[in-house]
């Protein structure tokens, strides 16, 4: 395996690769991209993308002209069918917990969007259902040496927080 910096003008997606890329999730991605860079690598063999896709897609629309790649011209056909089904499947296994995400929610102060957490992920996720299960600290107006005001980023529900 080899981490490579590629012209994305020499990739070519997989013509098998049945994973659609939304106009709305790539958008994410982009604002990712803008906020902080490439921060995953796309798995190419013989610039053949397997996957990525839609980073490669939303890398083009921000005028990059090359990304970083993992090489894996080692895999046979079948591996290569097999890695693609896997990056696009293993995601949907995961079960986020909405209480520590919640809470790190939070704990991120900050004045920009976070690419990736829209409304619908936040739904699909039932995060919103369990927005009143998380426990905020009460917010005191005169305490203010060592409390800061956090806002959730998706309901702006304010809390407290330890500085």
């Not at 894996?72 to 290569?80: I, P, V």
């Amino acid at each position: 395996m080899i981490l490579k910096k590629l012209k994305i003008a020499d990739l070519k997606p997989h013509p098998m690769n049945y994973n659609t890329h939304p106009e709305a999730q790539i958008r994410e991605i982009e604002k990712s991209l803008e906020q902080f860079d490439q921060f995953k690598n796309i798995v190419v063999c013989q610039n053949i993308i397997l996957a990525g896709h839609g980073l490669v897609e939303a890398a083009k629309r921000k005028g990059m002209t090359e990304i970083y790649a993992l090489i894996r011209d080692d895999l046979t056909e079948n591996q290569q069918k097999a890695l693609l089904v896997a990056d696009n499947a293993i995601p949907f296994a995961n079960l986020p917990d909405t209480h520590i995400l919640g809470e790190l929610l939070g704990s991120i102060s900050t004045d920009f969007e976070i690419p990736g957490m829209t409304d619908e992920w936040l739904h699909n996720i039932n995060f919103s259902d369990n927005l009143n299960d998380i426990e905020f600290n009460e917010y005191d107006e005169s305490i203010t040496d060592d409390i800061e005001l956090c806002r959730c980023p998706h309901c702006g529900h304010e809390h407290a927080k330890k500085k």
